[in-house]
């Protein structure tokens, strides 16, 4: 089972800049991907940004070349690097790892971005 704890969610202006860390502990045998998904009011939850155990990333068109997902050298931290935020960006955002076939969800962290 693996636990999930994200981080570095708040208030910003247009343009500015915020950094989501999400641990990961527990055991987990393989974990497979992990992603960073949002869900803002009255709207589904969306991808946002999702990397390989390989290394390999995909990331939505609304946050190309502003959104960088990476992991620090322990692997056990995932990082979603937020830059040149627009309101449209405003969502509460969701950590996952991919452990074997099972999803495991942070809780999430409130991001807004004012006008």
């Known amino acids: 089972q693996v636990h999930l704890a994200e981080s570095g969610g708040g208030l910003v202006q247009a343009g500015g800049s915020l950094r989501l860390s999400c641990a990961a502990s527990?055991?987990?045998?393989?974990?497979?991907?992990m992603g960073w998904y949002r869900q803002a009011p009255g709207k589904q939850r969306e991808l946002v940004a999702s990397?390989?155990?390989?290394?390999?990333?995909n990331y939505a068109d609304s946050v190309k070349g502003r959104f960088t997902i990476s992991r620090d050298n322990t692997g056990n931290t995932e990082y979603l690097q937020m830059n040149s935020l627009k309101p449209e960006d405003t969502a509460v955002y969701y950590c996952?790892?991919?452990?074997?076939?099972?999803?495991?969800w942070g809780q999430g962290t409130q991001v807004t971005v004012s006008s």
């Open positions: 996952v790892a991919l452990c074997g076939t099972v999803d495991y």
């Open positions: 990397r390989t155990s390989g290394g390999s990333t």
């Open positions: 527990g055991s987990c045998f393989s974990i497979n991907a």
